[in-house]
């Protein structure tokens, strides 16, 4: 059964960075997108990052040029390192796995979800 674990959200002020991290276990899929998603309180849940097989990055607008998407594939992986962090960031922020390429940002083709880890921007 695929697990996929978030670690490393937190109260940060604005301005300031934050990585987070997902362990993902018994995934193994040789054409996949792994990606990053968020849900405010209230709101639908988002694509923010999301990288596939390839190694090709996706990015929300909202995102460019502040986060980054990355995996360490020797150590399952997925990292999102979110920089010059704003309140409108703050948002339940989950990975996501699927054994697809292609639409990687689209939530609902997703198959694995982690448990979410919370990050919350004070200006």
């Known amino acids: 059964q695929v697990q996929l674990a978030e670690s490393g959200g937190g109260s940060v002020q604005a301005g300031g960075s934050l990585r987070l991290s997902c362990r993902l276990s018994r995934f193994t899929s040789s054409r996949y997108c792994m990606g990053w998603f968020r849900q405010p309180p209230g709101k639908e849940r988002e694509g923010v990052a999301a990288i596939d097989s390839d190694g090709s990055t996706t990015y929300a607008d909202s995102v460019k040029g502040r986060f980054t998407i990355s995996q360490d594939n020797a150590d399952n992986t997925l990292y999102l390192q979110m920089n010059s962090l704003k309140p409108e960031d703050s948002a339940m922020y989950y990975c996501?796995?699927?054994?697809?390429?292609?639409?990687?940002?689209?939530?609902?083709?997703?198959?694995?979800w982690g448990q979410g880890t919370q990050v919350t921007v004070s200006s």
């Open positions: 996501a796995a699927k054994s697809r390429r292609g639409s990687c940002l689209v939530r609902r083709y997703y198959d694995y």
